[in-house]
């Protein structure tokens, strides 16, 4: 099943494990992670964690098994998806 939407938590260490990970999705700044808006239906470059934007056409499929991967990764556990 396709991943919908993905989002950072409060709490990120920015230690770029996500972005090496998955960069399509990722891009971490000097305060923390965003999801890339290139992949978000409303292309706003954020944490996405108040917009809750989904992922716009089969990115969500297309980088499933990344995304997951980068969520495992995350040594503080912030990558949340749905």
């Known amino acids: 099943m396709a991943i919908i939407k993905v989002w950072i938590e409060e709490g990120c260490i920015v230690c770029n494990a996500c972005e090496a990970e998955c960069p399509d999705v990722f891009h971490v700044t000097d305060t923390s992670c965003n999801i890339n808006g290139s992949v978000r ?12 934007s989904p992922l716009s056409g089969s990115n969500g499929s297309d980088l499933e098994d990344s995304i997951k991967a980068a969520a495992a990764g995350c040594p503080v556990e912030v990558i949340k998806y749905e």
């Open 41 to 52: 239906e409303d292309g706003v470059d954020s944490e996405n964690r108040d917009e809750q």
